[in-house]
């Protein structure tokens, strides 16, 4: 049974940081591309990051690019998302995903997390 189990999200004040981790079990993890997407209330779940199998290929959407950063570790078969200079429009639940394929889309991710909370207050 495949599970993805974020931790680390919360209450942080603008310009504040937080480290989102996602544990994985059930799977071969090397083998699949992980990535973070984000729901907000009343908006669609978008994509934040994705990060290939081993590593050196990295997307990141453009409303975040210079301030998160999505890293991986194989042993650890865990993937994290560095988050700072926090704005309040970055307040979502964020959920972590696994693909099988190079997928680009929310539909070509074969597992999904629970999500975890963050908050961004002014």
């Known amino acids: 049974q495949v599970q993805l189990v974020e931790s680390g999200g919360g209450l942080v004040q603008a310009g504040g940081s937080l480290r989102l981790s996602c544990a994985a079990s059930?799977?071969?993890?090397?083998?699949?591309?992980m990535g973070w997407f984000r729901q907000a209330p009343g908006k669609e779940r978008e994509f934040v990051a994705a990060?290939?199998?081993?590593?050196?290929?990295?997307a990141y959407a453009d409303s975040v690019k210079g301030r998160f950063t999505i890293s991986r570790a194989n042993a650890k078969n865990t993937v994290y998302l560095q988050m700072n200079s926090l704005k309040p429009e970055d307040t979502a639940v964020y959920y972590c995903?696994?693909?099988?394929?190079?997928?680009?889309?929310?539909?070509?991710?074969?597992?999904w997390g629970q999500g975890t909370q963050v908050t961004v207050s002014s």
């Open positions: 995903a696994a693909a099988s394929i190079t997928a680009a889309q929310a539909s070509e991710y074969d597992y």
């Open positions: 059930g799977l071969t993890f090397s083998r699949y591309v």
């Open positions: 990060v290939s199998r081993s590593g050196p290929s990295i």
